[in-house]
């Protein structure tokens, strides 16, 4: 059984940075893409990111692009968001996912995505 743990969650104020790690272990399927998403509460699950895990193409909401980065570390099998500029409003959990079919563009929905981490609070104060 695979497994997605999440970290470098944490408590910031606003225009700071963090870096989200999520190492992943374990699995025996293809992976094709991993993704960051984030749910604030009273909210829906959001995809902030995601990456083509072969090849390294890159996809992100519009809120968040120019500040954050996703990346891979292949060899060390661990997924790295790194934020900055960080604003009150990108105050949630966020999620490692990763996705093992292909849909052939970065792929964003939730639904897009059939294993999860447990998530790493990220807290933005104005």
């Known amino acids: 059984q695979g497994q997605l743990v999440e970290s470098g969650g944490g408590s910031v104020q606003a225009g700071g940075s963090l870096r989200l790690s999520c190492g992943t272990s374990?699995?025996?399927?293809?992976?094709?893409?991993m993704g960051w998403f984030r749910q604030a509460p009273g909210k829906e699950r959001e995809g902030v990111a995601g990456?083509?895990?072969?090849?390294?193409?890159?996809d992100y909401i519009d809120s968040v692009r120019g500040r954050f980065t996703i990346s891979q570390d292949s060899a060390k099998n661990i997924l790295y968001l790194q934020m900055n500029s960080l604003k009150p409003e990108d105050t949630a959990m966020y999620y490692c996912?990763?996705?093992?079919?292909?849909?052939?563009?970065?792929?964003?929905?939730?639904?897009?995505?059939?294993?999860w981490g447990q998530g790493t609070q990220v807290t933005v104060s104005s």
């Open positions: 996912a990763a996705s093992s079919i292909d849909y052939g563009g970065v792929p964003l929905r939730a639904e897009q995505y059939n294993y």
């Open positions: 374990g699995y025996t399927y293809s992976t094709y893409y």
């Open positions: 990456i083509r895990h072969t090849g390294g193409r890159t």
